[in-house]
């Protein structure tokens, strides 16, 4: 039979003087509308006789909307300053069922703890339930003062400080006051709904005393606690996918307000790449990831961070691991003593604090079906000991911090593929090149989002050209790097057949239209997305031609100048299609710089990248001892500490071929001119002191200068480059270009490139705007 309580009192003329909230929710009435008016005026019918004599017993009230409400009431009289009667403390029970007894139902056994104080906090009353609380009689209490025998000054007291602040306060503003409070106690703590109201004289309306009435919700309060943590839980364990840090989220969520101790162990497959292994039957070795302590020093601590520790297979956490469910322990129990006996000999400095360990807790970590490790709770110096309710919210909320550190595991794993991946497909070392000095610089990101598609390449072309590339995939994770290495090797394979860089990106936005289009959902597609940056530089002209595809311009410091962004156009990124790309040509003096970045380096959602630009500019302006200096300095006047997306920095200083050299020859076209040009190149390369290899290349000259009068078109000139590699070049004004094929036994030509292929390092053909040029390199003698 469920019952409603409620309280008020009734002063010696029958008028309200104190109306509770149980009284409220009873009756509808409000305290303001009853406080001061007649109680009769309350009553649905005539109070009976026998309730009359005996004070207390059946009554029907008048509920504020009308309907009866039957109750059983309790009449228990207040004593006033001589001794005599001074109205009445009046209890009642709801009537839900069969009729109660009449027996037991007086003030001293309601169920709650209710007191009265006069208004100096002197005690008037008290019921049964109040003296079981305090642990005294009624006798002992009646007239004391609320604080007697206690310092009112000791910050030790604050509960009875609270009762005496509340009390004050209902004297002084004739208010009722609800809070909850919660003592501590050597046997557990307790929490207190707590009631008071005021009692007043009539017809003065004066406060006279005040009553109180306080219900035990420490079920109720623990509950709360309970489900608070997992609300918190909810934001503050897994704020980052770092498996470390989510571990010390979850020992700094439960010390100190559920544990006076703490601590997560894990697996060591959970900190690796590996795949979870089977769990043993025997002892379980697992390492200290997390540990937290209300003491100062955390005296609790058997074992430092990141040290691996074994566990006694009939210890608690490692029962917790192989059951997969949470385990109570207490002294007295054989395996909690063992477990505590194993932590005081592997650190002794901690035996006395361990040695007040009265409850623990030990929780699997699963997530996914997979066992991660153990989460230990401990309390010492908190003295209520867990109880089976603890361990079902233990492993609700180990099962939320699980799925977070196994959220952190599987991203730090596809992160370190993605980065491998990623490294594997950036250059390994930049190639050999007289053209340009290069530094280069590579960021992962260090935001949640993953490894980005960011990419840069140096290419040696034919005739002492460099080509500079720098690339950036939409999205992170593997996806975006296997795409970054699928574009970086087309941009090498068409950088090879020498196009310009607008029709190299040409090609390449055909690429990537082609590869959406086989591509299988609209997560691949999106994933295809790119921006790319492709430069050719000639150190011979000095001339620096570029086009972009949707990506950011490059940076230039001309030598005693200061850095701008080169005007030109930003073009559509790939993929897109529709619009054509535009390239832009510069004459660079010697000793010029630059920069070539991805958008990692500027862009950023908590940062203005007009500002981060002008930053990057005066970052390139500061003077460096190297250009490797120079990218570090640009670094770290740039970027915050944790980027957000991947970066890519490339930077170039230009070189200049001189005249001293590069030879050349026009030939007039005439197949007796080959005799003069061959002679020519021997005598020069006699002058560059490169007789050793004068041989070889009268051979070549004489293939490639006879090919060309032969099938090309006039103008037709030779061109002799000393660089790293002696470069033969001889063009003409055909755009034909040569294919290599192998002649029959009794052919009598078809036979020269073959032969040119055979006697140089590398060669091959490249369109320019007046027809072609064939070329071939033989590597310098060794000196």
Request: proline share 6%; glycine share 8%; net charge negative.
């Amino acid at each position: 039979m469920e019952r409603v309580a409620a309280a008020a009192i009734i002063n010696d003329l029958g008028v309200v003087t104190g109306w509770s909230e149980g009284a409220r929710l009873l009756t509808g009435h409000s305290a303001e509308e009853v406080v001061g008016q007649p109680a009769a005026g309350l009553l649905a019918e005539a109070l009976p006789a026998r309730t009359r004599a005996a004070r207390g017993g059946p009554v029907a009230l008048r509920h504020r909307d009308g309907h009866r409400v039957e109750l059983t009431l309790t009449a228990c009289p207040v004593l006033g300053p001589d001794g005599g009667p001074n109205g009445y403390v009046i209890t009642a029970e709801e009537n839900r069922g069969p009729e109660p007894t009449l027996a037991g139902q007086a003030f001293q056994q309601a169920s709650m703890a209710m007191s009265v104080f006069d208004t100096r906090q002197h005690y008037l009353r008290l019921n049964h339930e109040a003296c079981q609380v305090l642990g005294t009689s009624e006798d002992a209490l009646i007239g004391r003062f609320l604080m007697a025998g206690v310092d009112e000054n000791n910050e030790n007291c604050e509960d009875n400080r609270g009762f005496l602040r509340h009390m004050r306060q209902v004297v002084e503003t004739g208010l009722p006051v609800r809070y909850e409070s919660f003592t501590d106690a050597p046997a557990g703590g307790h929490a207190w709904n707590i009631e008071m109201w005021p009692l007043r004289d009539q017809p003065s309306g004066e406060v006279s005393a005040v009553a109180l009435a306080a219900f035990d919700s420490s079920d109720q309060y623990w509950a709360r606690l309970r489900l608070a943590l997992l609300n918190e839980a909810a934001t503050a364990v897994g704020t980052t996918l770092d498996v470390v840090r989510t571990a010390e989220e979850l020992v700094e969520l439960l010390v100190p307000k559920y544990a006076d101790f703490a601590s997560v162990d894990l697996l060591d497959w959970v900190l690796g790449a590996d795949e979870p292994p089977m769990l043993p039957d025997g002892d379980i070795v697992l390492r200290r990831v997390a540990h937290g302590s209300t003491t100062a020093g955390n005296p609790g601590a058997a074992v430092s961070l990141d040290e691996a520790q074994f566990y006694h297979h009939s210890s608690p956490p490692a029962r917790a691991l192989r059951e997969g469910r949470a385990v109570l322990g207490r002294p007295g129990e054989p395996e909690f003593d063992r477990w505590i006996e194993e932590r005081n000999a592997r650190s002794p400095e901690g035996r006395a604090h361990r040695s007040g360990v009265h409850s623990m807790l030990a929780v699997p970590l699963r997530a996914r079906g997979t066992t991660l490790g153990v989460a230990v709770s401990v309390r010492m110096a908190h003295p209520d000991s867990y109880v089976p309710a603890d361990a079902v919210f233990g492993e609700e909320l180990a099962s939320r911090a699980a799925v977070c550190i196994d959220n952190a595991r599987r991203f730090a794993r596809e992160r370190s593929t993605a980065l491998a991946l990623q490294h594997s497909l950036l250059p390994r070392g930049l190639p050999g090149q007289a053209a340009l000095d290069v530094a280069h610089r590579y960021l992962p990101c260090g935001s949640l989002a993953g490894i980005g598609g960011d990419w840069y390449d140096v290419i040696p072309l034919s005739g002492s050209r460099v080509g500079l590339v720098v690339g950036d995939v939409v999205g992170h994770g593997i996806q975006s790097s296997a795409t970054m290495g699928r574009l970086r090797t087309a941009v090498r394979t068409l950088a090879d057949v020498d196009l310009p860089p607008d029709e190299l990106l040409t090609h390449l936005d055909d690429l990537v239209t082609h590869l959406a289009a086989e591509a299988e959902s609209d997560e691949e597609v999106a994933g295809l997305g790119a921006t790319c940056l492709y430069a050719v530089y000639d150190p011979i002209s000095r001339h620096l031609a570029l086009a972009a595809a949707g990506h950011p311009a490059p940076a230039l410091v001309l030598p005693g100048g200061v850095a701008q962004l080169i005007s030109m156009a930003a073009g559509p990124p790939l993929g897109v299609g529709g619009l054509p790309f535009e390239a832009t040509e510069l004459e660079l003096p010697e000793d010029s710089v630059v920069a070539l970045y991805t958008d990692g380096l500027v862009e950023d959602r908590d940062r203005d990248v007009d500002r981060a630009t002008d930053e990057f500019l005066r970052a390139l302006n500061v003077p460096a001892d190297s250009l490797e200096a120079l990218g570090d300095n640009v670094l770290k006047a740039v970027l915050p500490e944790q980027p957000s997306d991947d970066v890519a920095l490339l930077i170039a200083r230009t070189r200049a071929l001189g005249a001293d050299r590069v030879a050349a020859w026009n030939v007039p076209p005439d197949p007796a001119e080959v005799a003069a040009t061959r002679q020519a190149a021997v005598e020069r390369l006699s002058a560059w002191g490169l007789d050793e290899i004068a041989f070889v290349t009268e051979l070549v000259v004489s293939e490639l200068v006879t090919n060309a009068i032969r099938y090309g078109e006039p103008p037709i000139q030779l061109r002799l480059i000393r660089d790293r590699a002696l470069i033969c070049e001889v063009s003409d004004g055909s755009s034909t270009s040569p294919h290599l094929r192998r002649a029959h036994a009794f052919d009598e030509g078809g036979r020269g490139l073959l032969l040119v292929a055979q006697l140089t390092q590398r060669w091959g053909s490249r369109q320019t705007g007046k027809g072609k040029t064939i070329w071939a390199e033989q590597p310098l003698p060794a000196h």
